[in-house]
Each structure stands twice: as C-alpha cells, then as structure tokens.
C-alpha cells in the first residue's frame, strides 16, 4: 500500500475537525507559536496568563475551530521573598536566582530573580543538609542504614526519577523540616552535553520550578475552589493533606555545589547516589559541617485558571 493511498484511507475515516487537527499543524507554524508563547512569562493566573489564553483561542478561531475562555478558580501560590544561607561564617547568600543570558531578551524578568515551588508553604528552617539522592523511599533507605538522622534536618535531594512532590512528602513523613530541590548536571546539565543557549541542556544557574503538591494522594486543585464537593469527598484526604507542611525552595547546581562540598566530612555515598558536580571529596551523605538556614515566603491566593474549550472539548 502506498503512503498516500494509506494517508486516504487515514484520513477517510475522521471526521472534518479531526482532519483539521492533521492537516493544520507545520513546523513553521509550531515554530512560530512557541516563540510567541515563550516571548514572556505566563505563569497561572497571571496577567501573562490571560494574554496567552486570548493568543490561543485567536489562533483556533483562524483555523476555524469554535473555541471559548473559562476562568477557573483555584488555589494558588505565588513567590514574594526566600532565602538560603550555608552558616558557615562567610555571610555569603545562595543566589537563589538565573543568570541574564545576552542573547535571550526574556531570561531578564522578574520570575528569574523569584524562584519557588508551587504550592510550597511559607516557613523557616535552620539545620544542617543531608542528601538524599533522588528524595525515593530507597534512598532515604540508605541513608538509615548509613545511620544518617533526616528528622530535624534539611534535605537536599535532586531532580529525577520521581514527582518533586513525592520527594517532599518522603521527606516530609522521616521528620525533616524543609528540602532544597536541585538539578543535577548528570540529568540535566554539562554532563549531559552543551548547555544554553550552546545547547538543550540546563545551565548552572538554571532552576527547575514546579508543583510540590502530593498528587499521588489526590491529584487537581487541593482547593476544589470550582466545585461544591472538597478532596475529602473525591479521595479521603484534607486540603492541607495535599500540600507540604514544611517550606521547600528549587535550587540549581551552582546553588547546590556549596551545599554538597560542606559534607566533605561525613560518609561517602554509595554510587547510585553520585551525580554529575566535581565535588573535591565527591558526593557524600551528610550532614553537612555547618548548618543551613532556609526562609520561604509565599502568598497563598483563590485565583482564576485560564481554561480553553473547544467543540471537541479540548482544554489547556
């Protein structure tokens, strides 16, 4: 059978939106969309937010599909103030921050300077860090065997492997009283190959956002401000089940190599522990020499979620 007698048969067979959504699509289009989509900060409920929505619905409208906007409202956090500081007598601030990249106009904004975890709750926390690799019920496994305390401590886990938000509730459940998040050049960064805008992969400033939220006890908003029923109706768990109780912040990899350097004096971890940074004693359990001191400020809003609907019930 030849590909356009295949593609006849194919298309035969769907009915005229379904045939639009084929047909539509091209790399110069898609190209087109995401550099205006990327061309400023749209974070949820936001000004941006909206503005995108009404990009999104003018183009569906072009393409002749019947679309309409919904604001949602939901439960939602949004960054004002945080800090890490390794009390290690040098005074030094962890930047917590991006770099402005020259030939990248949008990496200069007020989000690059605000990182944080959706929602993530407003705390403080001063103790010393242990590393628990990837935040899995394994690893913090080892770290007992090691006879390495989480309860009353920092963890400092990084990206990979499982949901933020699980890293934090593991966390949560042995006792520690907050957990830095952080990207390791071995999942995404210059282990991996050239980094931006050379390449794909993360830079050493760059920061991994995201929902802590534990989804898997109850995924969607933990408000369920849209309807009349709560989480404890749909799962068995309370809104404040479905989000940490103790204050996280994302960090990059230059954020963290302080962080891994100062547990040079404690026990060496095992391989599968080991990521991509030249520590000068390599990676190690904890705790960390000096104590850390962590502080999150975010503000908690009822805010209003942008929802596109189409007439093939299509929603973003």
Known sequence: ?????????????????ERLYYDVPTNASARAHLAYLTSEAHVA???GDLKMAHYVQAAFER?????????VPVLLNYPVSRSLELLDGSG???????DVVPSDPTSDSWWRNHTFNGYGPSGTATAPIVYANYGRPEDFAV???AGVEVRGRLVLARYGECF???????AQQRGAVGVLLYSDPAEDGEAKGDVYPSGPWRPPSGVQRGSVQFNSLCAGDPSRAYLNSST???CGYHEKELTPSIPTQPLSYADAYPLLADMAASTPAPASFVGGLPLPKGYRLGPSIHAARLGVLNREVR??????WTQAGFRS
Do not use: H, W
């Open 1 to 17: 059978m030849t590909a356009s007698l295949s593609s006849l048969l194919l298309f035969g067979a769907l009915s005229p939106l």
């Open 45 to 47: 409920g936001t000004p």
């Open 63 to 71: 393409y002749g599909i019947e679309s309409r906007i919904e604001a």
């Open 92 to 98: 030094r601030m962890t930047p917590l921050a991006e």
């Open 143 to 145: 770290l007992s065997a």
């Open 164 to 170: 933020r938000g699980l890293k934090v509730m593991n």
């Open 232 to 234: 404890l109706d749909a």
């Open 303 to 308: 805010s209003c979620r942008i929802q596109i």
